[in-house]
């Protein structure tokens, strides 16, 4: 219609490529204020193809103009199930409350909110994109008359533009999210900045950590399939997530081996602190689980960690259309020698003297070793809480 001809073009032109989810959503619904919709409140929710993540989305008020991130665990609790959100995304349909008309108390609580903060009316709309998914949109108004029937027009009308503008800022956040789940946050980064050539690689100072689970074979021939991956989900856990805190990538998952690299900007000191930090917040992790694994009457875990620093080449190895974003070099294998000899000396984290020596927190000497691929024998060092 021909009132909202400049806001459907806007978004498909210019609003679309300013490439900004807030100044799109900003620009909408100024746009629909200056058609005279009494609007107070936006909220424009988009999927996230992410594991900790369901969706992330805008809230717009006249103030102010924010993002917002829903996790994955909100799906299995009554803020979704029953919400106006979760009528549009499964019926793909339009859902209109008049509040002022509503015994909220009766309703799913989202409206008694709304309604507490003076809203009187209460617009869903469904945003369908280009691959089948449905995006959950609402619009909420503090005036007497809340909506006429001409500005749910207006905003129904404007909702295919809108899905326009923003379905390429979606895509690419989906896309950054899964490539930092599967890959780690640096190589996503340099993916998307296009470095994605077979043998394209740089060479950085970092400190590299091997950790690997004791016992899994013997574990594996043991325990249930079920006992098994849910034992392995929490120490993959227990590592990770200390890793990621101390600004370092997981690269790989060797089985039952973790390989990360600390780049820390090519500050030594920072690399090497930030390494041993994960792994002793890691090993802090595992007595909590041994704990109350042992109240459960649960069979204890035990993980090692080996930690070197050195240059190490970070690129794209592969074939030419199977690729894999890694780092190599002496010190990712050193590292890897350093937590096989974990083993050996009954230590639960080891480090060389290229890490020892960046660091100001207690460590013993645990001798000179022979290692796999060097000719000189390596002093490995053990960390003292």
């Not at 190589?187 to 043998?199: F, M, T």
């Amino acid at each position: 219609m021909a009132e909202t001809d400049h806001l459907n073009h806007w978004l498909i032109s210019g609003g679309r490529l300013l490439g900004d989810e807030r100044l799109i959503v900003k620009g909408y619904c100024e746009g629909l204020t200056a058609l005279g919709v009494p609007l107070t409140r936006a909220r424009i929710a988009q999927n996230y193809s992410n594991p900790l993540l369901s969706a992330w989305g805008i809230i717009w008020t006249p103030e102010e103009t924010r993002r917002y991130t829903v996790p994955t665990t909100v799906l299995s609790t009554s803020a979704w199930h029953g919400s106006p959100f979760e009528y549009v995304v499964t019926q793909r349909r339009p859902l209109r409350k008049r509040l002022t008309d509503l015994d909220v108390l009766e309703e799913h609580p989202v409206y008694a909110e709304l309604a507490e903060a003076g809203a009187t009316d209460f617009l869903a709309i469904p945003l369908e994109h280009g691959n089948g998914s449905v995006q959950g949109t609402s619009f909420t108004s503090n005036a007497g008359t809340g909506f006429s029937d001409a500005h749910i027009r207006y905003i129904e009308d404007t909702r295919y533009a809108l899905a326009a503008a923003l379905e390429p800022i979606a895509m690419r956040q989906s896309q950054k999210s899964l490539l930092r789940t599967y890959l780690g946050h640096g190589p996503a980064e340099e993916i998307d900045q296009g470095h994605i050539k077979r043998g394209e690689h740089r060479t950085v100072s970092a400190a590299i950590l091997f950790a690997d689970l004791r016992g899994f074979t013997q574990k594996a021939s043991t325990w249930s399939e079920g006992d098994l991956l849910a034992m392995m989900g929490e120490y993959f856990e227990m590592v990770v997530s200390p890793i990621q805190e101390e600004g370092g990538d997981v690269l790989k998952f060797m089985g039952d081996g973790i390989l990360a690299v600390f780049n820390i900007d090519d500050d030594a000191e920072a690399s090497c602190r930030s390494a041993v930090q994960a792994a002793e917040l890691a090993l802090t992790n595992l007595r909590d689980y041994n704990e109350t694994a042992a109240e459960k009457g649960n069979e204890p875990i035990e993980f090692v960690v080996g930690i070197d620093f050195g240059r190490v080449t970070f690129g794209n190895i592969g074939s030419p259309d199977r690729l894999d974003f890694t780092v190599v070099g002496q010190a990712v294998n050193v590292a890897s020698r350093v937590q096989e000899l974990c083993k050996k000396l009954n230590e639960k984290i080891l480090v060389t003297r290229s890490v020892a020596e960046h660091m100001n927190g207690s460590k013993q000497s645990a001798g000179y070793h022979s290692i796999r691929g060097l000719q000189k024998k390596i002093e490995a060092f053990a960390i003292r809480a």
